[in-house]
């Protein structure tokens, strides 16, 4: 039997092409470079910065970016799925654009009025208008909303674009953040972590903000039916208890009050910087027409209550006291409120009771930068007003209520850095350099208080005829803690700084009686005053309590402090 022949070989396999494309699951997983995702943090940050900035000034800016800055950071951090990719990048659009439509918002506003979302102005009038009028609103101004709205697309475009591409990592890669990068996103998110432990921080973020800004909408529009029969009922008992003028003529009576003013550090009240030269030359020039009352106090250390017990004669509510302009006007004065301050209970609790009512400030809170010399002209309308002889017109001022610096023009701090007798003192007494930097601006804020307090007595000296009655009254609502008992500013209930304050009085005759310029006063009976300096008389009148008439008689008030002596 033959053998069978043997096999030939076989070929040898082709050699497998090399494999020059990635599977698609794979393609797309591909990481983002370190450089790209740095230039897309940079990119969507400026973006949002530069939207920050055009609705905020000053420290606000920084705060908002501290609380913005998670979102940012969150594109250094490389992502394995595509999916989880993708939502950052939605999550970063949504987050970029609520800070966006904020700062677009408030530009508008600022732009436009002046004024704040959450000012007096945009508050009432977003709670007075319904659909109908904010369709002729946006109608009437559709460039300045369309200008505004292409901006935010713009920024929406350029953040979405710059978000995708987030650092980003394969499945098969090991590739950590470096170790600089790791450091830095933990060290920001710190103190991000921080920022919105801190209430007054948390609440600028634009998702608090306007939550609260809705709840203040919805709360305005449910209480002004109530304020609004408030002042409806106070006016009729005012009419009701018929108050009568003892004296013909002409009579103009301009109330200032003022914030946050304490009398230690005025040079009308011996204090060793000069704070007051105006108003103690106005002094000098007036005589006995002029009256400093030495020992003023106010019973409250802050301001809606003091301006509650001042208009409402210092007594409780439950006997029912009438309110002090709604008498004024019952008794035939025409009746005057010009504000530098912008708080929506203050107007509606006092302000409306007014015949006009001119809110300088559209501004709310501390960080308004509105001088109170800007309520000047207004005062000066109002004292060369010819509609009526008789005129009771209030100015209420910011003074140097926080922040300090805030309080008067730039570069007029003539107590910045001077070490006097004053800062010495303060050294002695172990205060801190912040606390004697407050004090600085704090008398900076006096000085130029001076000179529109003085401007205001001065209008109020020429105005009207010679021989027409002319009266005016100058206090605080309450002080201010600067370093005087505690090593601390502000506002300040704990110390009997929160309620020292000035109190001045002028009229052109006749002269004030001395025995009451004696005794000290207290802002809650101011009212009993005013209706003295008005000429008015009703059936409530308690002349013991009327601080410049002869039968004043002293009662000390109950404070949560402990006084020493009401004589100094």
Not at 204 to 226: C, I, K, Y
Not at 241 to 260: E, F
Not at 354 to 376: F, K, W
Request: glycine share 6%.
């Amino acid at each position: 039997m033959r053998a069978a022949p043997p096999r030939p070989p076989c070929p040898p396999l082709p050699r497998a092409a090399p494999l020059t494309t990635l599977p698609s699951d794979v393609a797309t997983s591909r990481p983002t470079s370190r450089r790209g995702a740095l230039l897309a943090c940079g990119v969507v940050g400026a973006t949002l910065l530069a939207l920050i900035a055009l609705g905020h000034d000053g420290r606000r800016i920084a705060q908002l970016a501290v609380l913005a800055a998670p979102a940012v950071l969150w594109l250094l951090w490389p992502l394995r799925s595509a999916r989880m990719r993708r939502l950052r990048t939605v999550l970063v659009w949504l987050w970029v654009m609520a800070f966006a439509l904020d700062g677009a918002v408030r530009a508008y506003l600022l732009d436009t009025y002046q004024a704040a979302p959450d000012g007096a102005m945009v508050l009432g009038a977003a709670a007075n208008t319904n659909a109908r009028e904010s369709t002729e609103y946006l109608w009437m101004h559709w460039r300045s909303a369309a200008v505004w709205g292409a901006a935010l697309v713009v920024a929406g475009v350029l953040v979405g674009m710059f978000a995708r591409r987030g650092a980003a990592r394969s499945a098969s890669s090991l590739a950590r953040p470096s170790r600089w990068t790791a450091a830095f996103v933990a060290l920001a998110l710190l103190v991000s972590c921080v920022a919105y432990a801190s209430k007054p921080w948390r609440r600028l973020h634009p998702v608090v903000f306007w939550s609260q800004w809705v709840e203040s909408l919805h709360t305005l529009q449910a209480s002004w039916a109530d304020q609004q029969t408030q002042r409806d009922r106070l006016t009729a008992q005012a009419k009701a208890i018929a108050p009568v003028i003892t004296q013909a003529g002409p009579s103009t009576v301009v109330l200032v009050i003022t914030d946050s003013i304490n009398r230690d550090n005025m040079g009308l009240y011996g204090y060793g910087r000069p704070t007051t030269p105006r108003l103690q030359a106005h002094r000098a020039q007036a005589g006995e027409q002029m009256a400093v009352l030495k020992n003023a106090w106010s019973v409250d250390a802050s301001t809606l209550p003091a301006l509650h017990n001042l208009f409402r004669f210092g007594l409780p509510d439950s006997d029912n006291p009438p309110h002090v302009l709604a008498l004024a006007r019952a008794a035939g004065y025409k009746v005057w409120w010009i504000s530098n301050h912008d708080d929506l209970a203050i107007e509606q609790q006092h302000a409306r009771f007014a015949d006009v009512v001119d809110m300088v400030n559209r501004t709310p809170g501390r960080a308004s930068a509105s001088l109170d010399g800007e309520i000047l002209d207004c005062v000066q309308e109002a004292l060369a007003d010819t509609s009526t002889e008789r005129k009771l017109i209030v100015v209420h001022l910011m003074g140097a209520h926080p922040h300090y610096s805030l309080r008067f023009p730039a570069n007029a701090n003539p107590f910045d850095d001077d070490v006097d007798a004053v800062e010495n003192g303060l050294v002695k007494e172990g205060r801190s350099p912040w606390v004697r930097r407050f004090r600085q601006e704090y008398d900076a804020a006096l000085l130029y208080h001076d000179f529109v307090v003085s401007e205001l007595l001065q209008q109020t000296r020429t105005a009207g005829k010679p021989d027409d009655y002319r009266a005016w009254f100058y206090l605080s609502d309450h002080g201010q803690e600067v370093g005087h008992v505690s090593d601390r500013a502000g506002h300040s209930p704990s110390t009997a700084s929160g309620y020292r304050i000035p109190a001045v009085v002028w009229r052109n005759q006749p002269p004030w009686p001395q025995n009451a310029l004696q005794q000290p006063f207290r802002a809650d009976w101011t009212g009993w005053t005013l209706m003295d300096m008005l000429h008015i008389q009703w059936s409530g009148q308690k002349a013991e309590r009327d601080a410049l008439g002869g039968s004043y008689r002293w009662q000390a008030p109950v404070i949560p402090v402990v006084v020493e002596s009401f004589l100094r």
